[in-house]
């Protein structure tokens, strides 16, 4: 196989041609389907399946019109996927400012869809797949320009659930506002950085009045009540979202809510509710990601709840 590879010229810098040149054709695509799925500027940034799925393709193929003339078994080429990707990786910290969480969380998907397209270079690429080859570059086509201008709106609601062990007169008082959290996160991507909630505070407790929810990197989300029954609902909408590497431009929270529920033997059922829209895409992918984040915020603002609620019964006791 090294005399292969040694003795056909064009193998020689094949690995650095298919690097170099499916760079070059990701940013320029990257950047084609991002101004064409905003032109408008009422998308607000969107990020469509174009640029994390059919960009990363077409990665895949370009690279191994190159990385064919290596002759090489098609799993060898794995380290030089992983490798495209990693550059990929870090191109989109260097020019689009993504925070670490975030470029974790697109790893997988890069990988995996850089692979298909290898995948897929490998058969149209042969001598007799020329009308195989013509057919799959239209169909290529087609998709990009049918994604990018698509509607673009996939929304969600989050909803968690969790018994205190104390009235809801006593749980009401921190719903709004509660003092800092200094308890550890022992959530995964809190402790990679992803910023973690650790303090609430208002203006006041009437409709209309603000609410700050301050998370661990000083990141404040400024929030608006728009509705507060006292020991049964409290909802507030976020009305400005922090310019946070990790967060903007990736989701638009919308909504949260806490929702007191006596029960019979004296305790308290908190649900807590969050409302979102996605700005990144594939929603199948990235809603998996935004469901995970979203409950952990949730459980972790709720347990401080929890513990300052049930605290208080245990000192009145």
């Not at 990020?47 to 799925?53: C, D, H, N, P, R």
């Not at 799993?75 to 490798?83: D, Q, R, T, Y």
């Not at 807590?272 to 409950?295: C, E, F, M």
């Amino acid at each position: 196989m090294e005399n292969e590879v040694t003795g056909n010229p064009g193998a020689r810098y094949a690995v650095l041609k298919g690097i170099v040149f499916s760079n070059i054709f990701a940013v320029v695509a990257f950047a084609l389907a991002y101004w064409l799925a905003n032109y408008d500027d009422m998308s607000g940034g969107i990020l469509s399946l174009a640029e994390f799925v059919l960009v990363p393709i077409g990665m895949g193929i370009i690279a191994m019109w190159y990385w064919r003339r290596r002759q090489e078994r098609l799993v060898a080429l794995l380290p030089f996927a992983l490798l495209n990707t990693v550059i990929a990786i870090m191109l989109s910290a260097v020019f689009m400012g993504e925070g670490v969480i975030c470029l974790i969380i697109v790893s997988p998907l890069l990988l995996g869809f850089m692979w298909v397209g290898v995948f897929i270079g490998k058969y149209i690429f042969n001598d007799d797949q020329r009308t195989f080859r013509v057919s799959t570059l239209c169909l290529y086509i087609i998709l990009f320009f049918a994604d990018v201008f698509a509607f673009h709106g996939h929304s969600n609601i989050v909803s968690d659930e969790m018994i205190i062990q104390a009235p809801p007169n006593v749980v009401w008082n921190y719903v709004a506002a509660h003092p800092l959290n200094t308890t550890e996160p022992d959530y995964w991507l809190f402790s990679l950085g992803l910023p973690c909630p650790v303090q609430s505070t208002v203006s006041g407790f009437a409709v209309g009045d603000e609410r700050k929810c301050i998370f661990s990197n000083g990141a404040t989300f400024d929030e608006v009540i728009v509705e507060s029954v006292r020991d049964s609902v409290f909802t507030f909408d976020i009305v400005k979202q922090p310019h946070d590497p990790e967060i903007i431009g990736h989701i638009n929270i919308e909504r949260g809510q806490f929702i007191l529920t006596p029960r019979a033997d004296g305790t308290t059922l908190l649900t807590g509710n969050s409302w979102y829209t996605l700005k990144v895409y594939p929603a199948w992918y990235y809603d998996l990601w935004a469901v995970d984040i979203t409950r952990h915020v949730h459980l972790r603002a709720m347990d401080h709840i929890k513990r300052l609620a049930e605290k208080d019964v245990q000192v009145h006791r």
